[in-house]
């Protein structure tokens, strides 16, 4: 069986998957709640699997709370956790950037999408917005923007006279109240930084690419832009699941 996990700086997954890789739990956590050492309550789910679990594969930005996990999971199920980036990629992906400054669920989302043909832009929104170029099985680099909900929530933290707004698709671009106001600044604003970054990118390399947004708000964002868009909310995971076999 695969543990798989990928530990990001709002959300953990962990799925288990069986030897045909197909899912058989999958579990979405507050990665606050991480930062607690005693996990144990948390992996109970994988009591049944005990001496089952023979490989692992994670992804994670938030080193802390994977030290919590790993520690908690080698004593629960007598098992080693490993993490992409203890692994050589170099088979899989030709990394042209310092690898240490690439967070290794951008890697993963790379590993999930390349085929060795097609050029892809990946575009993950998470706490950070960012896009990430492969050119066949080249990782390029990425740019990082700021997340939505951070940047609206820290809006509505700092601006006392802004009410609590949750994001939604909006037609109108002039506001007519202060949340359509708030909506609209964020949705068509943050619409025209993804097209505008996908158009520079193009511009840059000359060439076609397939685009795949990954992350809470993608679905958001999809008919907006111009261009072909494939939304894949298990990018990171299926890349580590990919990448698992190499171990």
């Known amino acids: 069986m695969y543990l798989i996990g990928d530990i990001g700086n709002t959300e953990t997954k962990i799925c288990l998957f069986n030897d045909k890789k197909k899912l058989l739990k999958k579990k979405v956590f507050d990665t606050y709640d991480f930062k607690n050492t005693n996990l144990s309550e948390k992996f109970k789910f994988l009591n049944a699997y005990r001496k089952k679990i023979d490989k692992t594969m994670f992804s994670s930005v938030v080193p802390n709370v994977f030290k919590n996990i790993k520690r908690t999971i080698k004593k629960k199920l007598r098992v080693e956790i490993k993490e992409l980036k203890q692994l050589s ?115 840059k390399y000359k060439k076609n690419f397939k685009i795949i947004f990954t992350g809470g708000l993608s679905h958001l964002f999809k008919d907006t832009i111009k261009k072909k868009i494939k939304i894949d909310r298990d990018l990171t995971i299926k890349g580590l699941l990919r990448l698992v076999d190499s171990i």
């Open 89 to 203: 990629l170099k088979k899989i992906l030709k990394i042209e950037v310092n690898t240490r400054q690439v967070g290794s669920d951008r890697l993963a989302n790379a590993i999930s999408a390349i085929n060795n043909k097609d050029n892809f832009i990946i575009l993950d929104f998470g706490t950070a917005t960012t896009f990430d170029v492969v050119l066949k099985n080249k990782y390029k680099g990425g740019i990082i923007a700021p997340g939505v909900n951070l940047s609206l929530k820290t809006l509505v933290e700092k601006a006392k006279l802004i009410p609590n707004t949750k994001l939604t698709k909006i037609k109108n671009i002039i506001g007519k109240n202060t949340q359509n106001a708030v909506r609209s600044g964020f949705y068509w604003g943050y619409q025209g930084l993804i097209e505008n970054m996908i158009n520079l990118i193009e511009k």
